[in-house]
Nanobody, 126 residues
Framework: VQFEESGGGLVQPGGSLRLSCAAGGPPFNYYAIGWFRQAPGKRREGVSCINNKDYNNFTWYADSVKGRFTISRDDAKYTEYLQKIELKPEDPAVYSC??????????????????WGQGTQVTVSS
């Protein structure tokens, strides 16, 4: 599976963006899809994950984004979305998507994910 992320850009604090992660075809539907972000000089951070329909599309969010980000998927379009609202100064990073067998209740271990996309840059500035 090869992903292409899009939707990044420059927004003001408090603004919104919707990121997309397009797979282009099967076997997208069989996997959990996760979003990670990495800012310069910082470790890669798991942001959100969504399971496939076999796991009732269970979702997980990092505490730092709960209530502000919403993850969803459209299996018919082989695309996953990360809706981000109320962007904060700590949110700028390169956001990338990747696949895993499932989302864990205990967080997102990047070692369990593969088929990384190139990422899309999110910048928050007034």
């Amino acid at each position: 599976v090869q992903f292409e992320e899009s939707g990044g850009g420059l927004v003001q604090p408090g603004g919104s963006l919707r990121l997309s992660c397009a797979a282009g075809g099967p076997p997208f539907n069989y996997y959990a899809i996760g979003w990670f972000r990495q800012a310069p000089g910082k470790r890669r951070e798991g942001v959100s994950c969504i399971n496939n329909k076999d796991y009732n599309n269970f979702t997980w969010y990092a505490d730092s984004v709960k209530g502000r980000f919403t993850i969803s998927r459209d299996d018919a379009k082989y695309t996953e979305y990360l809706q981000k609202i109320e962007l904060k100064p700590e949110d700028p990073a390169v956001y990338s998507c990747a696949i895993a067998a499932y989302c864990s209740l205990n967080g997102m271990d990047a070692g369990r994910f593969g088929s990384w996309g190139q990422g899309t840059q999110v910048t928050v500035s007034s």
